[in-house]
């Protein structure tokens, strides 16, 4: 496949917008190459802008769990700007959406709309904050949790008592109050936690971590990160922008059976428009303003445009819990397939999989954390992800990024798809 108009449109956006993007991982960095710019998409398909049609494992990076243009999603938007895109005052479907996904979701009481993931993450830590009165919290090494100052902690090597910032800008000030752990590491979060007696207002975490690569906790990790947290009064806060409406109805709360203090949602809550929310039980999130002390605002937030994409897919997904298995289904037969695939041409490699969240390491190790993860042959993964491209499979340009299967996907583009690896040279 040609992507000659692609790469002439990137050339001139790079003149315009830093890095030619609006969000980093677009721009094949990790990966080489210029990246694809899209047309139009529908079902599980892209069309660029040179004309070729992709199978999409991406979906938006997760929000089009049921395909692209998804009609009922697309007719509730259209239908709705025709009364107007924005009041910044109350309206009735941002009740409705509430109701509704507070019903599909274990342990929430009340939910509030902003319009990220690093919104919502960044709001439910202040307001953990707030709730607690303390103010340090514990993130792990390769969660994500959007762009905030907290967040952009990056891993030392072992184990480290003061985060050091990862990105300029972010300052040691912030820095020092997020201290970090290794994903299914109880013991080393037991370690930071005595040594940080009574100073902890929250431990968050991505509960099926997914930006690196998919990653799975143990059941003694989650169940520990849970008792912990009770124990030593510590809000436990479920990262859930990936997993929420994704992996079951109530998210990796309901899969994994824990519950958390707090819950973020994003990407598939707004069904494909800009929506993060956070939720609890009355008790902490009536800490918020104009009921409580922790402020928190936003001029378009529960936008009503936004607030109906939300609701139209929540409604199906809500309606439909059979796509869950589904697509759990069709994520297996793609694991098997390529599994089959590589093994047979002796590449070293190692997939992990929950639900419809896959990704797979170019490493003969088990990946269980962000160091495991970061072992994966990145030459490996370029030569893959380009053959793959080159055959009009896309998949995310870094091997820090899990792959999202919509439910539009047939089990004739999975075929596809493991036929285009068999043409490629490992
Ligand atoms: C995508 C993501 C975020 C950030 O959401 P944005 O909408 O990109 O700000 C936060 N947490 C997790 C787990 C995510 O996957």
């Not at 089009?64 to 107007?84: D, F, S, T």
Request: hydrophobic share 40%.
């Amino acid at each position: 496949m040609i992507y000659q108009r692609s790469s002439a449109l990137f050339a001139e956006a790079k003149k315009y917008i830093p890095g030619g993007v609006n969000s980093p991982v677009r721009a094949f960095k990790a990966v080489g190459g210029d990246p694809i710019f899209v047309k139009k998409a529908k079902g599980a398909y892209l069309y660029d802008e040179d004309g070729n049609k992709l199978i999409d494992y991406i979906a938006s990076w997760g929000p089009l769990i049921l395909g692209h243009a998804y009609e009922p999603v697309i007719n509730a938007v259209i239908e709705k700007a025709k009364n107007g895109t924005s009041f910044g005052m109350p309206t009735e479907i941002e009740t409705e959406l509430a109701k509704l996904a507070i019903s599909m979701v274990p342990n929430m009481d009340k939910i509030r709309f902003v319009n990220s993931g690093t919104e919502a993450c960044m709001s439910a830590v202040r307001l953990a904050r707030g709730y607690t009165g303390k103010d340090k919290i514990i993130k792990f090494a390769g969660c994500y949790h959007g762009h905030s100052d907290s967040f952009l902690i990056q891993a030392g090597s072992g184990a480290v008592t003061f985060g050091s910032p990862n990105s300029p800008g972010v300052t040691q000030g912030t820095a020092k109050d997020t201290l970090l752990a290794d994903y299914n590491d109880l013991e080393g979060v037991k370690k930071l936690v005595k040594a940080n007696k009574g100073e902890l207002a929250a431990i968050i975490i991505e509960p099926i971590a997914g930006n690196m690569g998919c990653i799975v906790p143990t059941d003694s990790f989650m169940k520990g990160l849970r008792e912990i947290c009770t124990q030593e009064n510590i809000l436990l806060i479920f990262d859930e922008v990936m997993t929420g409406f994704r992996l079951a109805r109530g998210g990796a709360q309901e899969v994994l059976n824990v519950k958390a203090d707090i819950v973020t949602y994003g990407k598939v809550i707004g069904g494909g428009l800009p929506v993060g929310a956070f939720a609890a039980k009355s008790e902490i999130m009536d800490f918020l303003a104009p009921d409580g002390p922790v402020y928190q605002a936003g001029t378009l937030s529960g936008n009503p445009l936004a607030m109906s994409a939300g609701l139209a897919m929540l409604t199906e997904l809500n309606n439909k819990p059979a796509v869950f298995q589904s697509l759990s289904d069709k994520t297996e037969y793609l694991h098997k397939g390529i599994a089959k695939v590589l093994t047979a041409k002796g590449v070293d490699h190692q997939i992990n999989r929950f639900g419809s969240m896959i990704s797979v390491h170019f490493t003969d190790e088990p990946v269980v954390d962000f160091a495991s993860s970061a072992k994966g042959d990145n030459e490996t993964f370029k030569a893959y992800f380009h053959g793959m491209l080159a055959k009009g499979i896309y998949l995310p340009p870094s091997a820090f990024e899990s792959y999202f299967l919509n439910d539009a996907l047939t089990y004739a583009d999975l075929d596809a798809t493991i036929k285009a690896l068999e043409g490629i040279q490992l």
